[in-house]
């Protein structure tokens, strides 16, 4: 579990490209949401709706690959590149891919990485909006807000998380198993293991 191989680094290395620029697309997508919002003086929730997408690298290579520090590592190298490809936050982004990922990790550390399916992403899904909720308060001033609307903040990212980073990306990675693209990959070792069994 704890060797890496060079088809380990290849996919975190695809995982990251991938959603680097699936993160790019959502910062735009949250600079729109801002600006229908506005009106309704709610800007500040724009990206909560899609706070989860930021969470999915972690999540699709901690769950294709199933070893340590492969949801933080795969996290902040998106991030990174995130940042490369004109993300205009700047290179803070980085830091926040490693609050995300350690938070993600958290998901799959929880079991020490024996277990993986709905339980694994769903806390790491939690992790990762506690872990990022936390790291908001530290740079975005979120104390100096009201309490109804930080609580707000912190609901609908977690229903984004659960949504983006735990439903969508099982569905994604279980189908992409079933097509047997990841079948050189963990997750398709230990699916196979599982039939083999019975279970």
Known sequence: MFKWELKDVIMVGIAS????????????????????????????????????????????????????????????????????????????????????????????????YHKFGWSSLIIGAVGATITSFIWGIVRSDFVDLKWQLLLAIFVIRLLSALLF????VKLICDHLNTMGILNSYPIAQNNHSKQASGV
């Open 17 to 112: 490209l991938v959603f680097g620029v699936i993160y790019i697309g959502a910062v735009q997508l949250g600079v729109l949401l801002g600006t229908l919002l506005t009106p309704l003086g709610l800007s500040v929730l724009a990206n909560e709706f899609i706070f989860g997408v930021w969470f999915m690298a972690a999540a699709f290579a901690g769950y294709i690959l199933r070893k340590p520090g492969a949801a933080t590592i795969t996290e902040m190298i998106a991030a990174l590149l995130e940042v490369f490809m004109g993300n205009f936050y700047g290179p803070i982004i980085f830091v926040s891919g490693f609050v995300q990922g350690i938070g993600t990790e958290a998901g799959f550390a929880a079991t020490r």
């Open 165 to 168: 980073s735990a439903v969508a």
